[in-house]
Nanobody
């Protein structure tokens, strides 16, 4: 089983930045896709960023493109989400998810494993 553990959430004022981390129990090379999702109360879960470790390709939701960057460190079996210029609408629980097969980026229904989430709060 692949275990995913997120960290790095917290309180930040609008315009600030945070780095979220997702550490896996298996080698990054065993994973097809690593995706960051977020969900705020009363809203649908939204895929925000995805990376394919095999070729380092990435994909972003339009709402975060240019402000969020997804990257990985294979030696640490960790995926990062660097967030800058945070806005109040970015406040949510952020979840890391892994697909071991053929899922498309940002497709939550196709993810195989999920972390418990880390909370990001943005004050205005």
């Amino acid at each position: 089983q692949v275990q995913l553990v997120e960290s790095g959430g917290g309180l930040v004022q609008a315009g600030g930045s945070l780095r979220l981390s997702c550490t896996t129990s298996w080698s990054m090379f065993s994973i097809n896709l690593m995706t960051w999702f977020r969900q705020a109360p009363g809203r649908q879960r939204e895929g925000v960023a995805c990376i394919r470790p095999s070729d380092d390709s990435t994909y972003y939701a339009e709402s975060v493109e240019g402000r969020f960057t997804i990257s990985r460190d294979d030696s640490r079996s960790t995926v990062y989400l660097d967030m800058v210029n945070l806005e109040p609408d970015d406040a949510a629980f952020y979840y890391c998810a892994a697909d071991m097969g053929i899922a498309w980026c940002l497709a939550d229904g196709m993810m195989d494993y999920w972390g418990k989430g880390t909370l990001v709060t943005v004050s205005s």
